[in-house]
């Protein structure tokens, strides 16, 4: 489980790397679990789609985060998946060193027949900023797709197009079709991946859904988005939505102070701690650890 200086290389001349197999098989099997739980029938459907039963496409009500089904998930692989060490790790190095938090982590499946799954070249700035993403790497996003199953030519490998084929300054419009802007299409690389892979990409590199060929194919992910922290202009979705869910107090007692960190919640130290604000945490989350916050302000 390692982007290595090959990947980062890779990203730093074309705008995304593609880590085959950063997922071991057991950390594969035990996140199609989880996934399991959030929209059963997938995983079997996925696996077996020439005999599994068909499940239903957004079959679950998900009224906030836009409808998809979000962190956090049921059980703990998906959520440690969303935070692994080395997501947050290459988002720093390609930030220089910035601050980030995690800004996006929903799940994505896809099957035959469910709907048409071809898009046009885009950049993901469009719903993940309010403002434009310069080329400047202290405002850099970075965004993670993980592939829970095979990738095939067939069952709608995402295409990625390097930064060397659309090298204006000014990148408006961010979506294009192949009649006004064939070279992206020409020039496209499809990524096909064996299951436990993941794609790395940024708000500057063109990107697209491809259509699912034939009757009988699935696909899991899951993306992942980290973005620098001071930039409150940058973001997708907004956690605190979900703070009332069971599995969000779940998680918020057993995670790491990075882990919490990485989703906006205030880090040891910050003035937000207070007598009344540390009471105020550690009743809403009793099973949360308030050692570190009290001792960085002196109240242990």
């Known amino acids: 489980m390692k982007i290595t200086a090959e990947h980062e290389a890779h990203y730093r001349e074309h705008g995304y790397a593609i880590v085959e197999r950063f997922c071991d098989p057991d950390v594969i099997k035990a996140a199609l679990a989880n996934f399991d739980e959030v929209v059963p029938g997938w995983v079997d459907f996925a696996a077996d789609p020439g005999s599994a039963p068909r499940p239903e496409y957004y079959g679950k009500p998900f009224p906030d985060q836009r409808g998809i089904p979000h962190f956090p998930y049921k059980g703990d692989v998906l959520n440690d998946l969303t935070f692994h060490p080395e997501l947050r790790r290459f988002a720093t190095l390609m930030g220089e060193g910035e601050e980030m938090y995690c800004e996006q982590s929903h799940l994505t499946y896809k099957a035959s027949g469910q709907a048409n799954f071809e898009q046009a070249h885009h950049l993901d700035y469009s719903n993940h900023t309010l403002a434009y993403p310069p080329n400047v790497p202290k405002y850099w996003q970075t965004a993670y797709l993980y592939y829970f199953t095979d990738v095939t030519l067939e069952s709608g490998p995402t295409a990625v197009c390097s930064w060397k084929h659309y090298p204006e300054r000014i990148l408006v419009p961010s979506h294009w079709t192949k009649e006004d802007r064939p070279e992206l299409y020409d020039n496209e690389v499809k990524v096909t991946v064996p299951a436990g892979s993941l794609l790395i990409y940024s708000m500057r590199t063109f990107h697209r859904g491809t259509a699912i060929l034939g009757e009988n194919h699935g696909r899991l992910g899951m993306f992942v988005t980290y973005a620098p922290k ?22 918020i007692e057993r995670a790491s ?43 242990d």
């Open 230 to 251: 001071a930039c409150r202009w940058a973001g997708i979705v907004g956690w605190p939505v979900s703070a009332g869910k069971r599995e969000f107090r779940a998680w």
């Open 257 to 299: 102070v990075e882990e919490r960190t990485s989703i906006g919640f205030p880090e040891p130290g910050h003035d937000y701690w207070t007598d009344e604000t540390l009471d105020g945490v550690g009743g809403r989350f009793p099973g949360m650890d308030m050692g570190p916050y009290r001792e960085a302000v002196g109240k």
